[in-house]
């Protein structure tokens, strides 16, 4: 107990460890944390952890760019398995970039950002305003020559100027009262860098604002169809927090035409929407072409031409001519062939009634040789269409994908090869299915993205940051003018702040420039 | 549309260059053992060391002419556009700007004749690595169909290039400083490893490559520091690497083991150049003046990729594996120059991470292409 042991020890230091260690208060700890963000090698960390996130992105399939491949792998199709997964899952490794974890190390790295700025911001704004110093002891530094010219000292001062073109100058006095140009330049180095950190937040902004203001939808249009810009419009769509069902434009889009032409490798040359707009009642924009990396711009949306494929227009309908069915269906490339599958009837279980869907596979232009498919060419020459009629339960009410639904071999209750044109009898001549004819689709990609320009202005401060803060040096340079004979002798040193052997080269070539700006000659 | 002719005589000259580089490397490696080196590190090359030195420099530049004419007669005959539209194409045009950085930069700019044989290797591996991708000339898809194709895979293409010519320096520079501190731990000698790594010492010396004056006495011969390292590991390690990651990649055995042979030769001869290599802290500078060039180019790439992305996909970030692979090529990059400036991290820290920021270029340019489905797939076509 201290308060036995008698005042002379007390001022004794104490031995360590037998005093519990002080815990520190929230404060402290506060203050603790910010210290450690703080640190340049906590920055470095969080950067680790950043591309170590972002490794982890590459290789497990993301939600939000390729849902199917996620799917696959949370069902053990694809990828490690089920269990995996489901750890996958827990941490939230199938949305990396939407996850607490990631959200929890951008802050930290834009806090650790703050705080070395902050300090950077004060120390840089007193360093700028400096005027550069004046030189002490010249010719003890390692770079310094004298050089003799007829100028006198002010005039010979004022050529020095010149020739230091690039630096801030100040004219002063050496301690010993000799006339002196102090020259210093390279603070965009500094400058610069905070430039380029600087800019990260203005990414942010406009990252944020993009996010907040922006939409993003997809949808599909078969040609001589059209969509009109509401929400029910889209097939999908992202919108952003602050966006609001009344932003949208309202015009409707019609597709006049899809062209496509391939190359003889089968891959597509190009492929080109023609598109029609009307808003109200008038035709805005008439004809215009939509291509890949040739977006159309209406009001601030964009509408980007993304995927396409055949939607063949199948007809359904009883011997005494009502139609159960009719439709163009969006088919999707697999290989060399188009697949697509369609809800007939939903059935219904009160009365029993079955569950009807088609299968559909197109080949737009083949013939079966020695048993094997062989494509004589991507475009529809010669178009066959294989219709798969399946009832039953097929599971037609469940949220999934029509693509991924297992139909079973017993549920199929029809099949047919047609031609354009050709109709086919199925369930005992209890339904006719035709073939009409044979249009294309065209996925758009449709897109406001409020903020652009605040991102472009971010990527050109990143870059005007990144080179001076990359390629500037800080450099101080005096010249000093003492009367000799009828002119003056000038001391010329330098010393270098950053790259120093790169200097050494400088300052021969700074030696010539006011050599030659005072008409000297060397000693 | 496609000259079947011209892509013939393109492959022809490609065949050609690839020999000469390999006659080159050949030169440049051999040149060594005609060097002598003096205590201070200083390199002189007898007679014959100049002539097939010589040789060397105009079998690199010969080859070069070569490979430059292969690149433009593919352009011409894949339907006059730029040489860069599929992995094969992106691959060669690559290597020889690893061959132009080489012989500019670290041959005539900086004067390290001696590391020009692992530059000149570098290229060659990027050439086996076209090989294997080849795909015969043909017009763009339409998605690379843009003026973009020429801004932004060409600043990712210069950038590329020249981080590979870094990452050579770094490795060299990570070898060197080994053999600089075994020899300052085990001999006689006071303790200079003039290595970047050695920035403070106790004694206030000036720092690496200033601390010319006296270093007479002070270093060991250079060839003590090659005999402090075991050669046994320089073979192994990297031979190790790259027969993992191309099994990983291609799935292909002969050629992984084919490649595996090449950077256990590499391996090993990066031992046996240890006397003739710049001082660990010119390595350093050159490494980190390399990278520094770099680093803003590869940071044009992204944005000019993220603008390309907004005019073609609607998005300009998607999160899309090649745009992530960038990201973290970018971040690691960062990184590394960002420990140039901290306290405890200059030197050889700094150099591991050059490392991995390396290996991730590695990894988005083949592994992402080849081995992740995203938007950028069809490049590997």
């Given at each position: 107990?201290?308060?036995?042991?008698p005042?002379?020890?007390?001022?004794?230091?104490r031995?360590?460890?037998?005093?519990?260690?002080?815990?520190p208060?929230?404060?402290?700890?506060a203050?603790?944390a910010?210290r450690?963000?703080?640190?340049?090698?906590?920055?470095?960390?969080?950067?680790f952890?950043l591309?170590?996130?972002?490794?982890l992105?590459?290789f497990?399939?993301?939600?939000?760019?390729?849902a199917?491949?996620?799917?696959?792998?949370?069902?053990?199709v694809?990828?490690?398995?089920?269990?995996?997964?489901?750890?996958?899952?827990?941490?939230?490794?199938?949305?990396?970039?939407?996850?607490?974890?990631?959200?929890?190390?951008?802050?930290?790295?834009?806090?650790?950002?703050?705080?070395?700025?902050?300090p950077?911001?004060?120390?840089?704004?007193?360093?700028a305003?400096?005027?550069?110093?004046?030189?002490?002891n010249?010719?003890?530094l390692?770079?310094?020559?004298?050089?003799?010219?007829?100028l006198?000292?002010?005039?010979?001062?004022?050529?020095?100027?010149?020739a230091?073109?690039?630096?801030?100058?100040?004219?002063?006095?050496?301690?010993?009262?000799?006339?002196?140009?102090?020259?210093?330049?390279?603070h965009?180095?500094?400058?610069g860098?905070?430039?380029?950190?600087?800019?990260f937040?203005?990414?942010?902004?406009g990252?944020?604002?993009?996010?907040?203001?922006?939409?993003t939808?997809?949808v599909n249009v078969?040609?001589?169809?059209a969509?009109?810009?509401?929400?029910?419009?889209?097939?999908?769509?992202?919108?952003?927090?602050?966006?609001?069902a009344?932003?949208?434009?309202?015009?409707t889009?019609?597709?006049?035409?899809?062209?496509?032409?391939?190359?003889?490798?089968?891959v597509p040359?190009?492929?080109?929407?023609?598109?029609?707009?009307?808003?109200?009642?008038?035709?805005?924009?008439?004809?215009?072409?939509?291509?890949?990396?040739h977006?159309?711009?209406?009001e601030?949306?964009k509408?980007?031409?993304?995927?396409?494929?055949?939607a063949?227009?199948?007809?359904i309908r009883?011997?005494?001519g009502?139609?159960?069915?009719?439709a163009?269906v969006?088919?999707?490339q697999?290989?060399?062939?188009?697949l697509?599958?369609?809800k007939?009837t939903?059935?219904?279980?009160?009365?029993?009634?079955?569950?009807?869907a088609?299968?559909?596979?197109?080949?737009?232009?083949?013939?079966?040789?020695?048993?094997?498919?062989?494509?004589?060419?991507?475009?529809?020459?010669?178009?066959?269409?294989?219709i798969?009629?399946y009832?039953?339960?097929?599971?037609?009410e469940?949220?999934v994908p029509?693509?991924?639904?297992?139909?079973?071999?017993?549920?199929l209750?029809?099949?047919?090869?047609?031609?354009?044109?050709?109709?086919a009898?199925?369930?005992?001549?209890?339904l006719?299915?035709?073939?009409?004819?044979?249009?294309m689709?065209?996925?758009f990609q449709?897109?406001?993205?409020?903020?652009?320009g605040?991102l472009?202005?971010?990527a050109?401060?990143?870059?005007?940051?990144l080179?001076?803060s990359?390629?500037?040096?800080?450099?101080?340079?005096?010249?000093?003018a003492?009367?000799?004979?009828?002119?003056?002798q000038?001391?010329?040193?330098?010393?270098?702040?950053h790259?120093k052997?790169?200097?050494?080269?400088?300052?021969?070539r700074?030696?010539?420039?006011?050599a030659?700006?005072?008409?000297?000659?060397?000693? | 549309?496609?000259?079947e002719?011209?892509?013939?005589t393109?492959?022809?000259?490609?065949?050609?260059?690839?020999v000469?580089?390999?006659?080159a490397?050949?030169?440049?490696?051999?040149r060594?053992?005609?060097?002598?080196?003096s205590?201070?590190?200083?390199?002189?090359?007898?007679?014959?060391?100049?002539?097939?030195?010589?040789?060397?420099?105009?079998?690199?530049?010969?080859?070069?002419?070569?490979?430059l004419?292969?690149?433009?007669?593919?352009?011409?005959?894949?339907g006059?556009?730029?040489?860069?539209?599929?992995m094969?194409?992106?691959?060669?045009?690559?290597a020889l700007?690893v061959?132009?950085?080489?012989l500019?930069?670290?041959?005539r700019?900086?004067?390290?004749?001696?590391l020009?044989?692992?530059v000149i290797?570098?290229?060659?591996?990027?050439?086996?690595?076209?090989?294997?991708?080849?795909?015969?000339?043909?017009?763009l898809?339409?998605?690379l169909?843009?003026?973009?194709?020429?801004?932004?895979?060409?600043?990712?293409?210069g950038?590329s290039?020249?981080?590979?010519?870094?990452?050579a320096?770094?490795?060299?520079?990570?070898?060197?400083?080994?053999?600089?501190?075994?020899?300052?731990?085990?001999?006689?000698?006071?303790?200079?490893?003039?290595?970047?790594?050695?920035?403070?010492?106790?004694?206030?010396r000036?720092?690496?490559?200033?601390?010319?004056?006296?270093?007479?006495?002070?270093?060991?011969?250079?060839?003590?520091?090659?005999?402090?390292?075991?050669?046994?590991?320089?073979?192994?390690?990297?031979?190790?690497?790259?027969?993992?990651?191309?099994l990983?990649?291609?799935?292909?055995?002969?050629p992984?083991?084919?490649a595996?042979?090449?950077?256990?030769?590499?391996?090993?001869?990066?031992?046996?150049?240890?006397?003739?290599?710049?001082?660990?802290?010119?390595l350093?500078?050159?490494?980190?003046?390399t990278?520094?060039?770099?680093?803003p180019i590869?940071?044009f790439?992204?944005?000019?990729g993220?603008?390309?992305?907004?005019e073609a996909?609607?998005?300009?970030?998607?999160?899309?594996p090649?745009?992530?692979?960038?990201?973290?090529?970018?971040?690691?990059y960062?990184?590394?120059?960002?420990?140039?400036?901290?306290?405890?991290?200059r030197?050889?820290r700094?150099?591991?991470?050059?490392?991995v920021?390396?290996?991730?270029?590695?990894?988005?340019?083949?592994?992402v292409?080849?081995?992740?489905?995203?938007?950028?797939?069809?490049?590997?076509?």
């Amino acid at each position: 107990m201290t308060e036995t042991l008698p005042p002379q020890e007390r001022t004794e230091p104490r031995p360590g460890g037998f005093r519990l260690p002080e815990i520190p208060g929230p404060f402290e700890t506060a203050v603790m944390a910010w210290r450690w963000l703080r640190r340049m090698s906590t920055a470095l960390l969080l950067l680790f952890m950043l591309a170590a996130a972002a490794v982890l992105a590459t290789f497990v399939p993301q939600e939000p760019v390729i849902a199917r491949t996620v799917a696959e792998w949370r069902a053990g199709v694809a990828g490690p398995g089920e269990g995996w997964a489901r750890v996958f899952d827990a941490l939230s490794l199938f949305d990396v970039f939407g996850s607490w974890w990631f959200m929890t190390l951008t802050v930290l790295l834009f806090i650790s950002l703050t705080g070395c700025l902050i300090p950077r911001y004060a120390a840089f704004a007193k360093v700028a305003r400096r005027q550069p110093p004046a030189g002490r002891n010249l010719e003890r530094l390692e770079l310094h020559t004298t050089l003799e010219t007829a100028l006198g000292p002010d005039e010979a001062l004022a050529a020095a100027k010149k020739a230091l073109k690039g630096y801030r100058r100040r004219r002063t006095t050496s301690a010993e009262g000799t006339p002196q140009l102090a020259a210093e330049r390279g603070h965009w180095r500094e400058g610069g860098s905070l430039v380029f950190h600087t800019a990260f937040y203005v990414l942010l902004i406009g990252i944020v604002i993009g996010h907040s203001f922006g939409w993003t939808g997809q949808v599909n249009v078969v040609e001589g169809e059209a969509f009109t810009d509401t929400t029910l419009g889209y097939q999908a769509e992202v919108p952003g927090r602050f966006w609001d069902a009344g932003d949208h434009r309202g015009f409707t889009l019609r597709l006049d035409d899809f062209d496509v032409s391939y190359h003889e490798n089968f891959v597509p040359a190009d492929f080109l929407s023609t598109v029609t707009i009307t808003q109200g009642h008038d035709e805005v924009v008439r004809g215009a072409p939509i291509r890949v990396n040739h977006p159309l711009v209406y009001e601030g949306m964009k509408i980007y031409q993304a995927r396409f494929g055949y939607a063949p227009e199948v007809v359904i309908r009883t011997p005494e001519g009502t139609e159960l069915f009719r439709a163009p269906v969006t088919l999707v490339q697999s290989g060399p062939i188009w697949l697509g599958r369609e809800k007939v009837t939903p059935g219904n279980p009160a009365t029993g009634a079955p569950q009807i869907a088609v299968e559909l596979a197109l080949i737009p232009d083949g013939a079966i040789v020695d048993g094997q498919l062989r494509i004589n060419s991507p475009e529809a020459r010669n178009p066959r269409l294989a219709i798969s009629l399946y009832a039953g339960d097929l599971g037609l009410e469940r949220p999934v994908p029509l693509a991924n639904l297992p139909w079973r071999e017993d549920q199929l209750v029809g099949q047919a090869m047609l031609q354009p044109g050709g109709t086919a009898e199925m369930l005992q001549g209890n339904l006719i299915v035709e073939f009409e004819g044979l249009p294309m689709w065209s996925g758009f990609q449709v897109s406001h993205a409020p903020g652009r320009g605040i991102l472009l202005a971010a990527a050109i401060l990143v870059l005007a940051g990144l080179i001076p803060s990359l390629y500037s040096y800080r450099r101080r340079v005096w010249v000093e003018a003492s009367p000799h004979g009828g002119g003056s002798q000038l001391l010329l040193a330098g010393v270098a702040l950053h790259r120093k052997p790169a200097f050494a080269e400088e300052f021969t070539r700074i030696r010539d420039r006011l050599a030659t700006a005072t008409n000297a000659h060397k000693d | 549309m496609v000259n079947e002719q011209l892509a013939g005589t393109s492959n022809a000259l490609f065949n050609a260059a690839f020999v000469t580089y390999i006659g080159a490397m050949v030169c440049y490696f051999f040149r060594l053992a005609f060097t002598k080196v003096s205590a201070r590190g200083v390199t002189s090359s007898t007679t014959t060391g100049a002539r097939i030195g010589w040789l060397a420099t105009t079998l690199a530049m010969a080859g070069w002419g070569v490979h430059l004419a292969s690149v433009v007669t593919r352009g011409i005959a894949a339907g006059g556009r730029v040489p860069w539209g599929n992995m094969y194409e992106y691959s060669s045009t690559m290597a020889l700007l690893v061959v132009a950085v080489g012989l500019v930069v670290v041959q005539r700019r900086f004067g390290y004749g001696h590391l020009m044989g692992f530059v000149i290797a570098a290229a060659v591996l990027m050439m086996t690595s076209a090989l294997l991708l080849f795909a015969e000339a043909g017009p763009l898809v339409p998605a690379l169909n843009s003026y973009w194709i020429k801004i932004h895979t060409s600043a990712a293409m210069g950038a590329s290039s020249i981080f590979i010519v870094a990452f050579a320096a770094t490795a060299l520079y990570l070898v060197k400083d080994t053999a600089e501190r075994r020899v300052a731990s085990t001999s006689t000698f006071s303790g200079s490893t003039v290595g970047a790594g050695s920035i403070v010492e106790a004694d206030n010396r000036p720092v690496g490559y200033e601390a010319d004056g006296g270093l007479e006495e002070r270093v060991a011969s250079p060839f003590a520091q090659r005999d402090t390292l075991s050669p046994v590991l320089f073979p192994l390690v990297p031979a190790l690497v790259v027969v993992v990651f191309t099994l990983l990649v291609w799935r292909a055995p002969a050629p992984a083991i084919i490649a595996g042979g090449v950077a256990a030769l590499l391996g090993i001869l990066s031992w046996y150049a240890i006397p003739y290599l710049p001082v660990a802290a010119k390595l350093d500078n050159l490494a980190y003046r390399t990278t520094a060039f770099a680093f803003p180019i590869w940071t044009f790439a992204i944005m000019a990729g993220a603008i390309w992305a907004e005019e073609a996909w609607g998005r300009y970030w998607g999160w899309d594996p090649k745009e992530t692979g960038s990201f973290f090529t970018w971040v690691l990059y960062a990184a590394y120059l960002h420990s140039r400036s901290t306290y405890g991290w200059r030197g050889r820290r700094a150099a591991w991470i050059g490392v991995v920021a390396f290996l991730a270029l590695m990894v988005t340019y083949y592994a992402v292409n080849l081995f992740v489905v995203g938007l950028h797939s069809y490049a590997g076509t």
